[in-house]
Nanobody, 127 residues
Framework: QLQLVESGGGLVQPGGSLRLSCAAS????????IGWFRQAPGKEREGVSR????????RYADSVKGRFTISRDNAKNTVYLQMNSLKPEDTAVYYC????????????????????WGQGTQVTVSS
């Protein structure tokens, strides 16, 4: 069974940090670019970050640049999202997704490009 599982979410105070993990089972992530998306209540899903197959190229939404860092460990079949300086507006369910298709400029956060999705992990930033 092909599956992505996110973990690491939780409740954190503003200014705090969390590290999300996205682990794959049933397939290897080596052949996939991985994206992180999030969806807050009443809002549309938005792309947060993306990392290429090799890890050599990364992309970030403007809202998280300088605060979030995406990385991958293909030996562990896992991708990470380090989130620092968290703000209340970062509160959302965070999803990871795997994309096997070639990268397309301007379409890095198009959800339809992604083949597999995890179930999501809740991140709440509140005092």
């Amino acid at each position: 069974q092909l599956q992505l599982v996110e973990s690491g979410g939780g409740l954190v105070q503003p200014g705090g940090s969390l590290r999300l993990s996205c682990a794959a089972s049933g397939f290897t992530l080596d052949y996939y670019a991985i994206g992180w998306f999030r969806q807050a209540p009443g809002k549309e899903r938005e792309g947060v970050s993306r990392i290429s197959r090799s890890g050599g190229r990364t992309r970030y939404a403007d809202s998280v640049k300088g605060r979030f860092t995406i990385s991958r460990d293909n030996a562990k079949n896992t991708v990470y999202l380090q989130m620092n300086s968290l703000k209340p507006e970062d509160t959302a369910v965070y999803y990871c997704a795997a994309d096997q298709s070639p990268a397309v400029n301007g379409a890095h956060f198009v959800a339809a490009k992604y083949d597999y999705w995890g179930q999501g992990t809740q991140v709440t930033v509140s005092s």
